[in-house]
C-alpha cells in the first residue's frame, strides 16, 4: 500500500458499541466492517483473556493492511478479506456455527476519504473510483459516464434524495466524459441552484456523491442482503450492532428490527453525544441500533 494518507480514523459511537454489544465475554464476536480496527480493538479489550474471540472482515484490502498493523498485539482477534453479505461463507470455513454478536459501521472509512487516489471526496481531485472492494469492476467512472440519463437521475434521487437530481444528470450527459471528481464537482455547480452553492449547512455535491458510492458498492442491496439472514447466525440473545450514516440506511435497519421476528430491538437508536460531535464532527449524522436474537 503506497498511497499518501496521514490521518487517523476516529471510532463512532465507540463506548456505546461496547457497553451494548459486548454481552458476553468469552463470546465469539465478529466486526463486519474492520476498517482501521478501532472498534475491533475496544471489542478485544472488553474481552480481555476470558476465551472469547473476535473475528474482523472487511472487503477493502489496503485498510485490512492497517487494521492488521493495529491489531498486531491481540491475539483474540482474525481478520479476512470478506464482505459481510459473505460472512455465511467465511463463518462456515471457520466451522463457527452462531455468534453472541455481530457489528457493521455502515460509514466511509477516513482512509477511503483522505487516502490519494480512492475518488470519494469531493474535496480532492481524483480519478472516479468510490469503490470498497478494488476489484471490483464497477467503478464511480464507469457509472458517471455509461449510464443512461434517466438511470443515473434515478439513482441520484433515489440515493441522494437530491431534488435537482435530473438537472445533474443531464448536465453529466452533456459534459462526458468525465474523469475525476472535480470535473464532476464542477458540473454539479453548474447544475443546482445558486443557493445551493452557497449552502452552508451541507456542500452541493454531498448528495450526488453519495448516490454514486452508493451504486458502485451496491450498499443499500448488501445491507438488505444482510440483514435478511444475519438473524440466523446469532446464539440466543446474540446482539447485532448497526452504525448509519443516512436515512435510507436507517430506515432498513430500523425496518428489520421492529419487523423481523426473530430479533428484539433493544432500545431507540443512539447518536453520539455533543462532546463526541465536538471532537469528530463526521460523527454528526450516525445512528447505532442494537437487536437482539429472540
Keep these: 500500500m503506497n498511497r499518501v494518507y ?8 465507540l463506548n456505546e458499541v461496547v457497553e451494548w454489544l459486548v454481552w458476553k465475554e468469552d463470546g465469539v464476536y465478529v466486526d463486519c466492517t474492520v476498517g482501521e480496527g478501532g472498534h475491533t480493538r ?14 474482523g472482515i472487511d472487503v477493502d484490502t489496503e485498510v485490512l493492511e492497517i487494521a492488521e498493523r493495529n491489531l498486531n498485539a491481540y491475539p483474540n482477534v482474525q481478520l479476512f478479506k470478506f464482505s459481510y453479505v ?25 482512509y477511503q476519504l483522505k487516502a490519494e487516489g480512492r475518488g470519494f471526496s469531493f474535496n480532492q481531485d481524483e480519478p472516479l473510483d468510490m469503490r470498497m472492494n478494488l476489484e471490483n469492476d464497477i467503478t464511480a467512472y ?5 449510464y443512461p440519463e434517466r438511470k443515473l437521475a434515478d439513482i441520484i434521487y433515489n440515493y441522494g434524495e437530491e431534488p435537482f437530481a435530473r438537472r445533474i ?15 464532476l464537482v464542477e458540473i454539479i455547480r453548474r447544475a443546482v441552484p445558486y443557493k445551493e452553492v452557497y449552502n452552508r449547512k451541507r456542500h452541493f455535491a454531498t448528495k450526488t456523491f453519495q448516490a454514486i458510492r452508493i451504486e458502485v458498492n ?11 439472514f444475519v438473524p440466523d447466525y446469532l446464539s440466543p440473545g446474540g446482539r447485532i450492532a448497526v452504525i448509519s450514516f443516512h436515512s435510507l440506511e436507517d430506515r432498513l435497519v430500523k ?5 423481523d421476528q426473530r430479533l428484539r430491538q433493544l432500545g431507540d437508536f443512539i447518536v453520539p453525544s455533543f462532546e463526541e460531535i465536538s471532537e469528530n464532527p463526521r460523527s454528526r449524522s450516525a445512528k447505532l441500533r442494537i437487536a437482539e436474537r429472540v
Design 42 to 55: 475496544a471489542i478485544a479489550e472488553r474481552i480481555g483473556g476470558s476465551g472469547g474471540k473476535v473475528i
Design 6 to 13: 496521514s490521518e487517523r480514523h476516529i471510532p463512532v459511537l
Design 255 to 259: 425496518h428489520a428490527f421492529r419487523n
Design 142 to 146: 464507469h457509472v458517471v459516464n455509461a
Design 86 to 110: 459473505e460472512l455465511p461463507v467465511l463463518l462456515g470455513l471457520l466451522q463457527v456455527h452462531r455468534v453472541d454478536g455481530l457489528l457493521v459501521d455502515l460509514g466511509v472509512s477516513t
Design 218 to 228: 451496491k450498499e443499500l442491496e448488501n445491507i438488505s442482503t444482510f440483514l435478511s
Design 169 to 183: 444528470a443531464k448536465s453529466i450527459v452533456e459534459n462526458r466524459p468525465i474523469q475525476t471528481t472535480k470535473e
